[in-house]
């Protein structure tokens, strides 16, 4: 969400002045509001509220939608990938039935070839045993008629294998033909898996432009960035709520030596301004679309899902009430309950959140109060 230094206070200026008009009919009493008066001045300020409720709700749908637009991205952008994969092994088992289509070609030319000679043979013999000298006849006719029966099982062998290898080449040709089948339905389902994200990012950026719109001022702003502080918090102590605590020795021997969980330029450190009285609690680490989030330290998944304001989030205990989080993420690679060791990937980087580009969202907590990462990371 982009930081907004100015804006103009909604409502303050005519809250201002009626707060002011209740003064000065108390700083003077020659001076008194008519019945009517005070009734406006009521009537008013009701307005302003029920305003700012209106705006609020208002605020919420629009958050609704966007975190259904955003899960909608997610959902179709692992179905590309997937297809991709797909596509990918089709086209290697296509290669592969090719290559064997080839073989069995070639093997079916070799054995026909033997077959001929076999045939040739065979009636070359059959010449031979009609010409043979009658005294020898017997003797003769023994020794062809074994070389026969020698012609007649290689014959029969060299006919299966025939067989056998046009059976398999009919098979290798069918399948091959049902892979291109596969290969045209994964393209044409990728092409509107294609086209219906595009619709939902073309959605995301509508509703993105009108939830800036409501939050023009300081004080919605302000009490958006609080509400989704809120929700953090609450969702970090129902974590550490339900799940038993964490065997591990925390994070204390590790300050100024935990690896980065991503490579990339910080955008927004620690304790600087957000807005108003709202500083970051964490710090924003610039990064690729899809890099890689790595955990900085051997840990318990204790939240994995998308909270308003922070987008995909997952949060690792590594005990001792001690906790790290990774938000604003295209994807979540672990869930709730999964086990993780030092360096391994977690998510992917991204823009949920409502995010204008992707970035890491890093926070480390002890005993739910946010910490400085700069100073638990290494150098």
């Known amino acids: ?57 208002k605020l919420d749908t629009l958050n609704k939608s966007l975190k259904r637009q955003e899960l909608s991205i997610v959902r179709l952008e692992k179905e590309i990938k997937k297809a991709k994969a797909s596509l990918h092994k089709t086209n290697q088992s296509i290669s592969a039935l090719e290559k064997r289509i080839a073989s069995l070609e070639k093997q079916k030319r070799q054995q026909t070839e033997v077959l001929a000679e076999l045939l040739q043979t065979y009636y070359a013999t059959q ?15 023994d020794r062809i008629s074994q070389y026969f029966q020698y012609l007649a099982k290689k014959r029969a062998v060299t006919i299966a294998q025939i067989e056998k290898t046009v059976s398999e080449l009919t098979k290798s040709e069918t399948q091959l033909k049902l892979e291109q089948q596969q290969i045209t339905s994964l393209l044409d389902e990728q092409e509107q ?5 595009t619709k939902e990012q073309s959605k995301r950026k509508g509703t993105l432009s009108n939830i800036k719109k409501n939050i023009s001022s300081d004080k919605v702003y302000l009490t ?15 974590a550490a709520k339900r799940n038993t605590p964490i065997p591990m020795d925390g994070l204390a021997k590790q300050k100024g030596r935990l690896p980065w969980p991503i490579k990339g330029t910080v955008l927004h450190n ?62 979540l690679l672990k ?26 969202y890093f926070e480390i907590r002890r005993n739910s109060k946010a910490q400085d990462p700069r100073a638990w990371l290494a150098r």
Not at 224 to 238: G, S, V
Not at 293 to 306: H, R
Not at 347 to 357: P, R, V
Request: proline share 2%; with cysteine; hydrophobic share 35%.
């Open 335 to 360: 869930k709730e309950g999964d086990k993780i060791s030092a360096g391994e990937t977690i998510a992917l980087a991204g823009d949920t959140g409502g995010q204008s580009k992707a970035s890491l």
């Open 127 to 141: 010449r031979a045993k009609s010409s043979a000298n009658m005294l020898n006849q017997s003797v003769e006719e």
């Open 270 to 331: 620690y304790g600087s301004r957000q807005t108003g009285q709202i500083n970051w609690k964490g710090m924003v680490i610039n990064a690729a679309y899809g890099q890689a989030i790595k955990a900085v330290y051997s840990g318990t998944v204790v939240f994995s899902d998308y909270l308003r304001g922070y987008g995909l989030v997952i949060l690792l205990d590594h005990g001792k009430g001690d906790m790290t989080l990774y938000g604003f993420n295209q994807s």
């Open 193 to 197: 898996t294609r086209r219906r994200l």
């Open 224 to 238: 958006e960035l609080q509400r989704n502080e809120t929700r953090l918090k609450a969702e970090i102590a129902k």
């Open 1 to 57: 969400m982009a930081i907004r230094q100015s804006r103009q206070t909604l409502a303050l200026p005519i809250l201002a002045g009626l707060v002011c008009l209740i003064l000065v009919s108390l700083a003077f009493p020659t001076w008194s509001a008519s019945p009517n008066e005070l009734k406006g001045v009521s009537n008013e300020i009701s307005r302003q509220r029920q305003s700012l409720s209106s705006q609020q709700k």
